[in-house]
């Protein structure tokens, strides 16, 4: 029984073949391209609203240099948004609840800022281990502290948003299997799980479009420190 609550994050294969990266590209075919009308539809008009409104909110804390990002972080963001809530329907796979690519996703976009900063600016992103005023006797260790912080970055960034749609997709079926043994024995107490179970659906939705979010935000704030 604990074996099945698991069985929902393994990768769906057909005739042995894995399905992860087609379930990856799908998202994709969901977006509607531009096309050389003047006159457009209201969804191009929307898309074209939403893709503003998070280019700029992730532009915001970065100067001119880091504006060239803009198309790599607002592409990421709308791959993780789309496969985050498309992950929520039923008989879905949820790609971003295998660590393996959230850290295929995190650790390449990671190294790329830290590599523009030790070639742009190499004194200032190398003085970022050691703060300014520091006492001699402790210069050792708080190089190390920060080393080790800095490089576990992509860690971070890769096990927040798997530990969050895990816990999120595991609480649902949780929940929803009680409420299904709870129908024939209590009714009363299978329709208030339900609603429970309603609310918490609807949380998990904010939490899919938050944590994808948090995650390309955090790279741009990453980005911040070394342009």
């Given at each position: 029984m604990?074996?099945?609550?698991?069985?929902?994050?393994?990768?769906?294969?057909?005739l042995g073949?894995?399905?992860i990266l087609?379930?990856?590209l799908?998202?994709a075919?969901?977006?509607?391209?531009?096309?050389?009308?003047?006159?457009?539809?209201?969804?191009?008009?929307l898309q074209?609203?939403f893709?503003?409104l998070i280019?700029?909110?992730?532009?915001?804390?970065?100067?001119?240099?880091?504006?060239?990002?803009?198309?790599?972080?607002t592409?990421?963001m709308?791959?993780l948004l789309?496969i985050?809530?498309?992950?929520l329907?039923?008989?879905?796979?949820?790609?971003?609840?295998?660590l393996?690519m959230?850290?295929?996703?995190?650790?390449?976009?990671?190294?790329a800022t830290?590599?523009t900063?030790?070639r742009?600016?190499p004194?200032?992103?190398l003085?970022?281990?050691?703060?300014?005023?520091?006492?001699?006797?402790?210069?050792?260790?708080?190089?190390?502290?920060?080393?080790?912080?800095?490089?576990?970055?992509p860690?971070?960034?890769?096990?927040r948003?798997?530990?969050?749609?895990?816990?999120?997709?595991?609480?649902i079926q949780?929940?929803?299997?009680?409420?299904?043994?709870?129908?024939?024995i209590?009714?009363?107490?299978?329709?208030?799980?339900?609603?429970?179970?309603?609310?918490?659906t609807i949380?998990e939705?904010a939490?899919?479009?938050i944590?994808?979010?948090v995650f390309?935000?955090?790279?741009s704030?990453?980005?911040?420190?070394?342009?």
């Open positions: 604990n074996l099945s609550f698991f069985d929902q994050f393994t990768s769906p294969c057909l073949i894995p399905l087609l379930s990856m799908f998202p075919l969901l977006i509607p391209t531009l096309n050389n009308r003047w006159v457009t539809n209201r969804l191009s008009t074209l609203w893709f503003h280019t700029k909110q992730l532009m915001i804390p970065l100067n001119k240099k880091g504006h060239k990002w803009a198309l790599i972080l592409s990421l709308m791959l789309t985050n809530l498309l992950g329907l039923p008989y879905t796979f949820t790609p971003t609840t295998q393996s959230n850290m295929a996703l995190a650790f390449p976009l990671w190294l830290l590599l900063g030790l742009n600016q004194s200032v992103s003085g970022h281990l050691l703060p300014e005023g520091t006492p001699t006797p402790l210069i050792p260790a708080l190089i190390l502290i920060e080393t080790t912080s800095l490089l576990i970055r860690l971070a960034l890769g096990v948003l798997t530990a969050n749609l895990t816990a999120g997709h595991l609480l949780l929940i929803s299997t009680a409420t299904t043994a709870l129908l024939p209590m009714p009363t107490v299978s329709i208030l799980t339900t609603l429970i179970l309603l609310l918490l949380l939705v939490v899919a479009m944590q994808a979010y390309v935000l955090l790279l704030l990453y980005l911040q420190e070394n342009i």
